[in-house]
């Protein structure tokens, strides 16, 4: 594709061709899109889904198997009394049933939330109440250790479908092999509107709790596009996202856009392991690899030398997601794979990949690339009377704006309209980040304009963090910043004040870490806590993150004027 041509003829209506919609006339539904529709295309045989467990296992399902198995789910739920627009929660490792749940609930026009496995039980709690979970997919183990305790806290989550033996005595819990299992594998799915909401994606903010970004069934119309043009997805490709469903890149490429482009999508149980992620590439012969810059580091430090003798024949294109693609790391997979990581932008809230490095375009290392066609980007300067004015002149930083609308936006913040709103200005949807372009129009990413943190490529909001310390007994405030890591790209940090009677020390910095680790999960938990008699705070009583990161960092201090006095001259 030449990117110049194909921007300047793409129309979001010409793509279309690309989908079927419901038969009838009876809408848009995506789960007919990445599944049932290929069966009519003469793809019925073709392996959909590969998975490889963690033991190295493998089991394969032919779109026809998946059709089943997601008409199976629908009916399920059906059975269970639960009706269009309710949700449905999936908290679970990537097994396949999370796939055949995700696709089911899908049909039958429930909205799918996926959480990651790895959450402490206060972020699920937190999720599954402003989500309104009516039934949650798990393991049972999972189940017994993050849900059963704080169950009575969701009163509204009325069914529990659990992927193996249920625990007994346990009302609303449901054995897969029970409910699912023996239900019909013939399914009709309803009258779709294209915009009924689809997915609720939870991402996190700088404040408060975290958002729920709306996705509707349309959204699949930006799938297929960036997967064929973002991610050049051809019809023989074997595909492997490495991220997990949890997070939205899991779901939209993990998920959605391969099928939907009606590739073989290879799903891999094991989290980054050498021997067996470059095995996958070897031996599923992967043609397209989308990744992360985190397991690239991992991959860079042990070297090029990892992969000698590693048939890669296959390998045609890789590309990268979710945080900031050095330089360096392009130019290592050059040398290491003999062709570079296409890194590429977008966010919960985008929906799918908004800016890109396209398979037939010069990269330029370190940079995102290009808007998708379709997509018209800009770089713009915030006004003080709320305004936008989009930055004409290259290498100019500013914040990141994308000209609303286009069919995978969000369609809102769950219960949360202002917040929603403020995202907007003069027709733009304003991202948070800041970024510049240069005279040839490529994007280069700079940084966040908020205090949210990316640790390993998953969103952190550091309130979620400083409300878990601050459960604790011994706190009295805690400020949460991210500082920089050579692996993780950032890591969680905590700076906690402590109540009257408590003693700052080895002992207590455990505990807290600890507490916040079972709270919280592995995921989201500080890696590091420091102690400070006070921490430093605006005249309204906020929590300054910008000045204590920059203490920490030893950078500018910036604007004081809205400092606390005494803070001034105390400032450790
Ligand atoms: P999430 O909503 O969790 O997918 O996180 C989105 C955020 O990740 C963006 O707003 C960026 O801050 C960051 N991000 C995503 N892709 C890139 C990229 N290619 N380069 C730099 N930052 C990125």
């Known amino acids: 594709m030449d990117h110049a041509v194909t921007a300047a003829q793409f129309s979001w209506n010409d793509a279309r061709r690309w989908l079927d919609g419901l038969p009838g006339g009876a809408g848009l539904n995506i789960a007919y899109e990445a599944v049932d529709r290929h069966l009519l295309h003469g793809r019925g045989d073709k392996v959909a889904i590969?998975?490889?467990?963690?033991?190295?296992?493998?089991?394969?399902?032919?779109?026809?198997?998946?059709?089943?198995?997601?008409?199976?789910?629908?009916?399920?739920?059906?059975?269970?009394?639960?009706?269009?627009?309710?949700?449905?929660?999936?908290?679970?490792?990537?097994?396949?049933e999370l796939y055949v749940a995700v696709l089911g609930a899908l049909k039958a026009r429930c909205v799918v939330t996926p959480l990651f496995s790895a959450f402490g039980p206060e972020p699920i709690v937190t999720r599954a109440e402003m989500g309104d979970a009516r039934v949650l997919v798990t393991t049972p183990e999972l189940y017994q250790r993050k849900i059963r305790d704080v169950r009575e806290r969701l009163p509204g989550l009325k069914h529990v479908i659990v992927v193996g033996a249920a625990p007994?005595?346990?009302?609303?819990?449901?054995?897969?092999?029970?409910?699912?299992?023996p239900a019909s594998t013939r399914y009709t799915i309803g009258h779709t509107d294209p915009e009924s909401m689809a997915l609720l994606h939870f991402t996190s903010g700088t404040t408060g709790r975290p958002k729920g970004a709306v996705h509707v069934h349309e959204a699949v119309l930006a799938h297929v596009v960036t997967g064929r043009y973002a991610l050049d997805l051809h019809d023989d490709d074997v595909f492997w996202c490495t991220a997990d469903p949890g997070w939205v890149t899991g779901t939209s490429y993990g998920i959605i856009a391969p099928l939907v482009c009606g590739v073989t999508n290879v799903v891999v149980e094991a989290e980054f392991d050498p021997q067996t992620w470059y095995g996958v590439l070897e031996r599923e012969r992967i043609t397209v690899w989308y990744t992360a810059p985190t397991a690239i580091r991992m991959m860079m430090k042990l070297g090029a030398e990892a992969l000698q003798g590693v048939d890669l024949s296959a390998l045609r294109f890789m590309a990268s997601v979710g945080e900031p693609l050095n330089p360096e790391a392009v130019v290592w997979g050059l040398k290491a794979f003999g062709r570079p990581f296409h890194d590429n932008w977008w966010q919960t809230e985008t929906g799918g990949i908004m800016v890109s490095n396209y398979a037939a375009m010069d990269i330029k290392p370190g940079s995102m690339g290009k808007p998708l066609p379709g997509i018209t980007a800009a770089v713009v300067r915030r006004l003080a009377d709320g305004h936008v004015e989009p930055i004409e002149a290259p290498d100019v930083d500013g914040e990141l704006a994308l000209k609303t609308p286009w069919p995978s936006m969000m369609r809102g913040y769950l219960h949360e309209d202002e917040r929603y709103r403020k995202c907007f200005a003069d027709g733009w949807y304003l991202t948070g980040d800041l970024a510049h372009r240069d005279a040839d129009g490529y994007y280069w990413f700079v940084g966040r304009a908020d205090d949210v943190i990316k640790s390993a490529g998953h969103l952190i909001g550091p309130f979620e963090v400083e409300s878990a310390l601050m459960e604790h007994p011994a706190v009295a405030e805690a400020g949460v910043i991210g500082i920089p890591d050579p692996m993780a790209g950032e890591v969680v940090k905590a700076f906690v004040a402590l109540k009257p009677g408590f003693e700052a020390g080895e002992t207590l910095r455990r505990e807290l870490l600890g507490h916040a680790r079972k709270r919280l999960g592995a995921a989201v938990a500080p890696k590091q806590i420091e102690f400070r008699d006070n921490l430093p705070k605006t005249r309204s009583g906020k929590i300054m993150r910008r000045l204590l990161k920059a203490r920490e960092l030893g950078l500018p201090e910036g604007d004081l004027s809205t400092l606390e006095s005494d803070e001034k001259k105390g400032a450790p």
């Open 50 to 96: 590969r998975w490889i467990g963690k033991s190295g296992e493998r089991q394969e399902f032919t779109y026809t198997d998946l059709a089943q198995a997601t008409n199976q789910f629908a009916n399920a739920l059906h059975d269970l009394g639960v009706m269009p627009g309710e949700r449905v929660f999936v908290l679970m490792g990537r097994l396949p």
């Open 168 to 181: 007994s005595d346990e009302p609303g819990v449901h054995p897969w092999g029970v409910l699912v299992s």
